[in-house]
């Protein structure tokens, strides 16, 4: 019998990952419209007086920034695995379909970074990605110690360097923030579209690529060692080293993203409160929902999350295109507080599970996971579900 390459079937599913990807989607809006509907996430400045904003704020630092960026960087090298041993089961050629799925989800980026948001991660998870097929044949011992030797070297020089210049951190740029106002509050299409490469620019320019690489890459290889050593695939056959490997990224955990707030959380310890507190809270993540779905009750509450999770990308872009039209086109940019900005991520993402769990009961994937599929794959897939088949 001829193989050809496919998707990977329902039945295959791990429902733990698409709640964990789904939860994923959820923290990173979290982030996300802070940096949308604001210049201060990238410029600095307007510190919030409320108590309320600023309560919020730290919690959002402590359990949302660089946490679920992380996650999904775990989990993008845990489904990067899942295919290619999918591929090699069926005895077909491994670098053309990740090539072009690779491929595919730079061009995603491209648009969505320049068309809609400078703040696109796919762009550059495309780019970076391409580094896992120099890794696809490794060991699990060299994919950790390259991880280990990557984030190690990259996280310790930088940090080294802002402690030197630590008198200087923290200082705004107001001409920069008050201009991106004005653009962005213009209405002009033109105007915002230039002000997004411009931001695009500032935050990605010069040395950040090289810092990404350092960052995101050794992230990657860890989730394709969780995917490799099958962990999570059989959570109650390895659930003794889960259970250590939890605790000790529970203590990481709070000791690197909380335990900074005793110190005055100084700024030149953000990367190391980033990067390592930040890998840390997503294994914390990740191994909790994955316990939490082998209880049969519990696991229901999780379900909204596992309808998001599955269609991540489409969800993802939709993000991004309401805060398009609700910053830019109606015109709440730098006009609503962090407290406000949160009821907007809870309405929006609850409408999201509602419209995601009617699609995937209609239709086998979101539109642009199908899209995404038919060009990896060389294949138009299957988009409609057979009635009898409706399985949610």
Request: proline letters at 4%; glycine letters at 8%.
């Amino acid at each position: 019998m001829n193989q050809y390459a496919v998707p990977t079937k329902e039945s295959r599913r791990l429902p733990w990952i698409d709640g964990a990807r789904g939860f994923a989607i959820f923290g990173i809006f979290v982030v996300n419209i802070g940096a949308f509907s604001a210049p201060y996430f990238l410029y600095g400045g307007a510190s919030n007086t409320s108590p309320v904003d600023q309560f919020i704020e730290v919690l959002i630092d402590i359990f949302f920034q660089a946490s679920f960026y992380t996650l999904f960087s775990l989990l993008f090298g845990f489904g990067f695995q899942m295919m290619k041993d999918s591929l090699v089961e069926k005895n077909l050629s491994v670098f053309p379909v990740l090539g072009r799925r690779l491929m595919m989800l730079i061009i995603f980026g491209l648009i969505h970074a320049f068309l809609i948001w400078h703040g696109d991660i796919l762009l550059t998870y495309g780019i970076i990605g391409l580094f896992l097929l120099a890794f696809l044949h490794v060991k699990g011992k060299t994919l950790l110690a390259w991880a280990l030797v990557l984030m190690g070297v990259s996280v310790g020089l930088i940090s080294i360097s802002l402690y030197d210049f630590r008198h200087y951190l923290g200082q705004a740029n107001f001409f920069a923030a008050e201009q991106a106002i004005n653009h962005y509050q213009s209405g002009n299409l033109l105007k915002i579209w230039e002000q997004n490469y411009r931001d695009w620019v500032y935050a990605n320019g010069g040395e950040s690529y090289f810092l990404l690489i350092g960052t995101l890459l050794p992230l990657f290889l860890v989730g394709m060692l969780i995917a490799k050593k099958r962990w999570l695939h059989e959570p109650e056959k390895h659930q003794p080293f889960l259970r250590r490997l939890w605790l000790v990224s529970l203590v990481m955990f709070a000791g690197l993203k909380a335990g900074p707030y005793m110190f005055g959380n100084p700024a030149w310890f953000s990367m190391i409160q980033d990067n390592i507190g930040g890998a840390f809270s997503a294994l914390f993540y990740i191994l909790s929902i994955t316990f939490l779905f082998q209880m049969p009750r519990i696991s229901k509450l999780f379900k909204p999350f596992q309808y998001v999770g599955r269609m991540a990308l489409t969800n993802y872009i939709a993000q991004s295109l309401i805060c398009f039209v609700l910053f830019y086109i109606v015109g709440l940019y730098s006009s609503i507080t962090p407290a406000s900005s949160m009821l907007i991520v809870v309405i929006i993402y609850s409408i999201q599970v509602v419209w995601s769990k009617w699609l995937l009961a209609r239709f086998r994937f979101g539109p642009l996971e199908w899209l995404w599929r038919s060009v990896t794959y060389k294949k138009v897939q299957k988009l409609r579900r057979k009635e009898e088949a409706k399985i949610l």
